[in-house]
Every structure is written in structure tokens, then in C-alpha cells.
């Protein structure tokens, strides 16, 4: 693609520094997205999803840090009257730094799973759109709530200037989440953070959901980074995805390419534990061997190499796989793939446990 990217997020590492020891939530994530795409990110529970999403906006929440790596963002309103090529590092910003807030909401926006602990409850959803809006641009408090009136009839809500003054809790979880969806399309921001926005949601608004982001993604132009652990929702939604596991981006590339041609053996497990209407039919669903590793005990080599059907003894507990561009789209973490597959290393003989010889 020879299109400049609008986030790239290089060799990213954060832990958190706990009184048991220390996680690594992400262990060296690379992720890039492109304007207007739409990025789903996919993997089990605890592989380093949102942490990699809060890291974006800085709001990783204490004591977690950013440990190495960098977040290159390109904001499309913010710097449009210097000159240079407008590069952030998000990474590098303390979290409290003027630019920052003004990307926040602003350029970047985010959408969580559940909306209700997002609003507060004591201010109307009128007011709390308001106040979004009224952040990030000049405009009259008239202005404001027409400009509020007419996102939440974007999103779908009926009745929009008496919802307005509707609380928070006379609204259901659908609607809820898509006035969260107005609030974080207020600023037309460049790229929307979606951490699992429909998990909470029955299939039915889910689909709605899904439906409507897709249709505002397409009317605003903005990318959106998806994160969900169902694959069902990213064949739905993304143009794009990565594969996380550990803390690691271990595939990444178009939906239809990976669901097609997966190449990571994490990714053909998650593929073959996809029920599928008609074609499962009286077969049991394969689930993945082993269970996740501690976060604080993280095996070495690759991290999938215990629970991986491809294992190379020798080789994938002591070599960490590179990251292997397969075309100018595809590109997947696994010594499979490497040009130059290493040498098994064999255990060394602990000599004091070695027989004696007569
Ligand atoms: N506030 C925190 N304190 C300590 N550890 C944390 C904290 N938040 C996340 N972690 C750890 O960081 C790792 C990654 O967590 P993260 O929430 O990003 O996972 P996830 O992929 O979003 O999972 P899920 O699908 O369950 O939302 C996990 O091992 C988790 O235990
Ligand atoms: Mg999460």
C-alpha cells in the first residue's frame, strides 16, 4: 500500500509492576492502519487487547507503563497549518500534555462495551453530548444541542430533541451504546477505538450495531480499530485483521486472505473453534489445546510454542519468531515462515545429573 499510515504502532511493550510480580501485558506489538480502514484486532482473553487500545490515548490504567516502542499517529486537524510530515508519538507524551488532550476525543475517539459506565448518571445524555462538543469546537450552546440533536438521529434514535433530555438509565444498552457512538463521532474524529462495543448486546442489536458503525465509518471516512474475540463479528465488520496472542500481534493482514489462508497455527486453531452453520453440523468444535499461560510467567522462545500442533522441539522454546512479510499485506510471527528455519538447539546435558561413567 502506498498510502501514508495513520497510526503505527511499532515494537510496543507495557507491563504492569505488581506486588506478585510483573505482567507483560504487551510484549512487542506492530500494528499499522491506514485512513479510512477498518482494523479488527482479535484474540483470547488477557492477550493484550484493550491494554494496546488504552495505550493510544494514554489511559492505561495505574501502575501500568509503557515500557519501549512507539505509537506514530498523524493527526489530520491538529498540526494542518505547520510544516513537516505532522508525526506524533503518542508514546512519548507524558499524560497529561496539552496535545494529547486536544488528539483526545478530538482525533482519536473511543467506544467501550459497556456505555452505562461511560455516562455519568446524574446529567441527561443531552448534556453530556453538549459537553463533547462544546469541548473541541467554538460554537453557542443552542448550536451545541442541535448539532447533538442531529448525531442522535445519525445514530438512529428516534425522537431525538425529547431523548435529549432523557438520563442515562431511561435509555436501553443499545440505545446507550449508540449514543456513545454520537458522542465519539462528535469531532469527527480520524480514527474510532471500538473496545468490544457489542459484547454486551443481544445478537439482534449487535447486528444494528455493527451495521451502523459500518454505515458512519463509510459516511466519515474514519478508521475504526475493532477489538472483539469473535471472528463471526470480524468477517462482519473489518477490511483488516490482526491476530494477538501474548501480547504479540502474531498475524496480521485482509479478513478474507486470513480466513482463507490462515498461516499462524494460534489463527487456524481460533479459525477451526468457529462454529459454522451446516458445515459443523455433528462434529465437536475443536478447542484449543492448554490453557493461556500465567501473564507473569511468560514461556520463552515463542509464546505460542506450548499449546502450538506445529512445534519444533528445539527450536520454538528457545528461538522468538521474527515477524514475516509474506506479501505487502500478510504478515505472520512464526519460524514456519522464516527464510531460514534455525537449528534445533538441543537441551544441554546437565553434567551433574549425568550418569557416572565406571
Ligand atoms: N489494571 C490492571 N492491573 C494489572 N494487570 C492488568 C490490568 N489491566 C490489564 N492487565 C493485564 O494485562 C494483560 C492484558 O489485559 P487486557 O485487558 O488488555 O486483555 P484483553 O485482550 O483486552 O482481554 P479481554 O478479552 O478479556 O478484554 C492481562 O494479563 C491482564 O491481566
Ligand atoms: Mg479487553
Do not use: W
Amino acid at each position: 500500500m502506498t498510502q501514508t499510515p495513520l497510526l503505527e504502532i511499532k515494537d510496543l511493550h507495557i507491563s504492569f509492576p505488581l506486588d506478585e510480580g510483573t505482567v507483560q501485558a504487551v510484549a512487542g506489538v506492530n500494528l499499522t492502519i491506514y485512513p479510512g480502514q477498518v482494523m479488527g484486532v482479535v484474540g483470547e482473553s488477557g492477550c493484550g487487547k484493550s491494554v494496546t487500545a488504552q495505550s493510544l490515548l494514554r489511559i492505561i490504567p495505574p501502575p501500568g507503563r509503557i515500557d519501549a516502542g512507539q505509537i506514530l499517529f498523524r493527526p489530520s486537524k491538529l498540526f494542518k497549518d505547520t510544516k513537516g510530515d505532522g508525526v506524533v508519538d503518542l508514546a512519548a507524551f507524558k499524560s497529561n500534555d496539552e496535545t494529547l488532550r486536544r488528539i483526545r476525543g478530538n482525533e482519536i475517539a473511543m467506544i467501550f462495551q459497556e456505555p452505562m459506565n461511560s455516562f455519568s448518571p446524574v446529567h441527561t445524555i443531552g448534556n453530556q453530548l453538549m459537553e463533547a462538543i462544546l469541548l473541541h469546537q467554538k460554537m453557542t450552546e443552542k448550536e451545541a444541542r442541535a448539532r447533538g440533536a442531529e448525531l442522535l438521529r445519525l445514530v438512529g434514535i428516534s425522537n431525538a430533541d425529547a431523548r435529549m433530555d432523557n438520563y442515562p438509565y431511561q435509555f436501553s444498552g443499545g440505545m446507550r451504546q449508540r449514543a456513545m457512538i454520537a458522542i465519539a463521532l462528535s469531532c469527527t474524529p480520524s480514527l474510532l477505538v471500538a473496545d468490544e462495543p457489542t459484547t454486551a448486546l443481544d445478537v439482534t442489536i449487535q447486528a444494528q450495531i455493527l451495521d451502523l458503525l459500518r454505515r458512519l465509518q463509510q459516511q466519515f471516512g474514519m478508521a475504526i480499530m475493532f477489538i472483539t474475540h469473535n471472528l463471526g463479528v470480524i468477517a462482519q465488520i473489518a477490511d483488516h485483521v490482526a491476530i494477538m496472542y501474548l501480547g504479540q500481534v502474531v498475524e496480521q493482514g485482509p479478513v478474507r486472505e486470513i480466513l482463507r489462508n490462515p498461516k499462524h497455527p494460534y489463527t487456524m486453531d481460533l479459525l477451526r473453534a468457529v462454529p459454522r452453520l451446516g458445515k459443523t453440523a455433528g462434529k465437536r468444535l475443536v478447542a484449543i489445546e492448554g490453557g493461556i499461560p500465567s501473564p507473569f510467567n511468560r514461556p520463552t522462545g515463542c509464546p505460542f510454542h506450548p499449546r502450538c500442533s506445529k512445534v519444533i522441539p528445539g527450536v520454538c522454546n528457545t528461538h522468538i519468531p521474527q515477524l514475516v512479510q509474506l506479501d505487502e499485506t500478510h504478515s505472520v510471527r512464526c519460524v514456519l515462515y522464516e527464510p531460514k528455519v534455525p537449528q534445533p538447539n538441543p537441551e544441554p546435558t546437565d553434567v551433574r545429573t549425568a550418569p557416572a561413567v565406571a
